[in-house]
Nanobody
Framework: QVRLVESGGGLVQAGDSLTLSCAASGDTKCIFDMAWYRQAPGMERELVAKIGNGGDARYVDSVKGRFTVSRDNAENTMYLQMNSLKPEDTAVYYC???????????????????WGQGTQVTVSS
């Protein structure tokens, strides 16, 4: 019903910048909140940034002031602008979308999380 495709990852040096994109397709009308998660080797997957339909954004403390999440609802695309990258930012970054099944009806059923395949971000020191 919803497909999420991340892009923009790569290998950069500490202090560099990258912009990740998440393109949503399919039944995008029922997507509400979207978020970026990341998972480093041996680590738990963590929430990095979240953005609501209205553009309200929240960040994990470790990226505040460096990362900016944005969203273009007309294009069904979410972005993560990452500045001043650190080796600790190295991870697979995943796009997440909160989906409300039946949002177009008077009786929505439940929420469901869709995930992208991930894009690798590697920051060398």
């Amino acid at each position: 019903q919803v497909r999420l495709v991340e892009s923009g990852g790569g290998l950069v040096q500490a202090g560099d910048s990258l912009t990740l994109s998440c393109a949503a397709s399919g039944d995008t009308k029922c997507i509400f909140d979207m978020a970026w998660y990341r998972q480093a080797p041996g680590m738990e997957r963590e929430l990095v940034a979240k953005i609501g339909n209205g553009g309200d954004a929240r960040y994990v403390d470790s990226v505040k002031g460096r990362f900016t999440v944005s969203r273009d609802n007309a294009e069904n695309t979410m972005y993560l602008q990452m500045n001043s990258l650190k080796p600790e930012d190295t991870a697979v970054y995943y796009c997440n979308a909160d989906y409300l099944r039946g949002c177009e009806t008077i009786d929505p059923k439940f929420t469901f999380d869709f995930w992208g395949q991930g894009t690798q971000v590697t920051v060398s020191s």
